[in-house]
């Protein structure tokens, strides 16, 4: 995730839900090999005294769980339904 952008990126509200591609090289059978590996990650952000932040989601508000599902969703659906290659 760091240094790069996101593949895919849902919003709903204050939440954003991001699809990421990851790579990492791997030893098999003593020859190193690279793998590509999806993440998801939401945020929250919100304004506060004329200035923007956000935030990696730990704690979930109730009013944001169905957001959440949502925005899940659609992360899913970008993951098992993307084409492979």
């Keep these: 995730m760091v ?3 996101p593949i895919k990126k849902f919003r709903s509200g204050s939440i954003d839900c991001s699809v990421w591609s990851n790579k990492r090289e791997i030893e098999r059978d003593g020859e ?4 590509e ?3 998801v990650s ?3 952000s919100w304004n506060k005294d004329g200035k923007w932040y956000d935030h990696t989601i730990t704690n979930i508000r109730r009013n944001d769980i ?9 992360a ?3 993951l098992l339904l993307a084409k492979e290659g």
């Design 76 to 78: 899913q659906e970008e």
């Design 37 to 39: 590996f999806k993440t």
């Design 32 to 35: 190193k090999m690279e793998t």
């Design 42 to 44: 939401l945020r929250k």
């Design 66 to 74: 169905a957001r959440m599902i949502l925005l899940l969703q659609k």
């Design 3 to 5: 240094g790069g952008l």
